[in-house]
């Protein structure tokens, strides 16, 4: 049934809000590191944030899509309902102690002074040791969200990312004025208290891990194509980065990593404004039990809005660049306004393209959603290092816009083949 006007302004608003207040966090702790640190130790800290998201992904298996669906598809059967989540904690934690033995022999036996150039290697070791409760801390916050989405707790759901933005901005400013942490081990550890919250809050609406752990059932079947959905892309992704990252320093030096690093983040910033109002609009709401006349009459204008969403955004920070780069960085890394025009081309694209994604995740067509993430990171991967021959510095750019081009005309025809129960 096609949503209303009224209902999807509710909605954009509501998520909009949340969403905004997320993106002042990660504005205030991107613009605390950057009045902190030179650009080849802002790269270093974004090489840092890709281990702890590849960690993040395995510990967690990246179920978070899987716990907003599987919760929206069974919240009418409390029984059924809570041997879901059993088996997702079970999984999950099963994941944790894997993540955790391999973090500490990466710890101890890894290149860190490769990985993490111009940091001691006692400090990148406490930092990594740092990051082991920080990951199950930011798992513990995003699986309390997600519950909340799937549980249509829009409230709660708000609730949990606003004070955990707050708290990780107060704890990451503190840090770095009072210089009690390296800036590494500040990033590891900002989520830590700020889960405690988020426990609490999404117990009282049902979502007890005691109650959980008492039910008779323990289902994780359902499980499996979450986790390999999620797994892929989150593990993939940040090897990527860091494939493009050490390329662009070895061609350019650590100073243009630092630069392109800053490029990189304007798009993260966008697409967590997307990703998120789009997960809470569009997961909960693909079911394959919609007919494919229902489906489309939601789908279409929806991915039109959009579309002329992504447009107005990204217009918006093209003509704003300079300024832009001056709020969110320093005046060290004004060159990356030079760099943002191609990147933006790949953003306007993103947003549809996750769009679409979350179509295939929701419906659960898991080989599809894998043959497409895996193709889209070697394409990135790839055209980074054909792009740089070709148009210098400007090639990880390039090859990002190009490869979110393909990425949204694939899943649109893939999108366009799905079977649905009736016509």
Request: proline share 3%; with cysteine; charged share 10%.
């Given at each position: 049934?096609?949503?209303?006007d ?7 608003a ?21 009045i902190?640190?030179p650009?080849?130790?802002f ?6 944030l ?11 298996l ?6 907003t669906?599987?919760?929206a598809?069974?919240?009418?059967n409390?029984e059924?309902l ?14 944790s ?9 990466f710890?101890f036996?890894?290149p860190?002074?490769s990985l ?6 006692r ?11 920080g ?10 969200a997600?519950?909340m989405?799937?549980?249509g707790e ?6 949990i990312n606003?004070?955990t ?9 503190f840090?770095?004025?009072?210089g009690?942490?390296?800036?590494l ?6 989520s ?13 609406a049902?979502?007890s ?19 390999l ?12 980065l ?6 662009v ?17 304007v ?26 006349v229902d489906f ?5 204008p929806l991915?039109?809005r959009?579309?002329g969403i992504?447009?107005?955004m990204v217009a918006?920070?093209?003509f ?5 780069v ?23 694209f993103?947003a549809?393209?996750?769009?679409l ?9 898991t080989?599809?959603f ?7 990171e ?15 510095f400007?090639?990880?750019m390039?090859?990002?816009a190009?490869?979110?081009f393909v990425?949204?005309?694939?899943l ?6 799905l079977k649905?129960?009736?016509?």
């Open positions: 049934m096609m949503p209303s009224l209902k999807f302004a509710k909605l954009f509501g998520s909009g809000a949340v969403t905004l207040f997320n993106a002042l966090r990660a504005f205030a702790i991107n613009k605390l590191l950057a902190f640190l650009p080849a130790a790269a270093c800290v974004g090489q840092f890709n281990l702890m998201s590849i960690g993040s992904a395995t510990s967690s990246a179920l978070q899509n899987g716990w669906a599987l919760t598809q069974n919240k009418g409390r059924k809570l041997g879901i989540w059993r088996g997702g904690l079970r999984l999950t934690t099963f994941a102690l894997l993540t955790f033995v391999v973090a500490l022999l710890c036996m890894a860190l002074e993490l150039p111009g940091v001691p290697t400090l990148a070791q406490a930092a990594i040791l740092f990051a082991l409760p990951v199950f801390a930011t798992n513990i916050i995003s699986i309390s997600a519950v989405n799937g549980l829009n409230r709660k759901w708000a609730l606003m004070v933005s707050v708290w990780q901005v107060l704890w990451v400013a840090f770095l004025y009072t009690r942490l390296s800036v081990s500040i990033i590891a550890t900002q830590v208290v700020a889960a405690i919250f988020a426990i609490q809050i999404s117990s009282r049902g979502f891990v005691k109650q959980i752990w008492k039910t008779a059932l323990d289902t994780r079947g359902p499980w499996l194509s979450y986790a959905m999620g797994l892929v892309p989150m593990v993939l992704s940040p090897l990527v860091t494939v493009m990252r050490m390329t320093a070895s061609n350019f030096g650590n100073d243009a990593a630092g630069i392109w690093q800053s490029v990189w983040k798009s993260d910033f966008l697409f967590m404004a997307m990703s998120a109002i789009l997960t809470v609009i569009i997961l909960p709401r693909v079911s394959s039990k919609m007919s494919r489309f009459r939601m789908f279409h991915l039109f959009i579309m992504s447009l107005a918006a920070l093209y704003g660049r300079g300024i832009l001056q709020v969110l960085f320093s005046q060290a890394y004004m060159g990356a306004v030079d760099y943002l025009p191609l990147q933006l081309v790949g953003d306007f993103r549809g393209g996750f769009a994604a979350l179509v295939l995740i929701a419906r659960t067509e080989k599809s894998l043959a497409v993430e895996i193709a889209s070697i394409l990135l991967a790839v055209g980074t290092f054909v792009g740089i021959k070709l148009v210098e400007n090639g990880p390039a090859a990002y190009f490869e979110n990425y949204f005309v694939v649109y025809i893939l999108v366009r083949r649905w129960n009736t016509p």
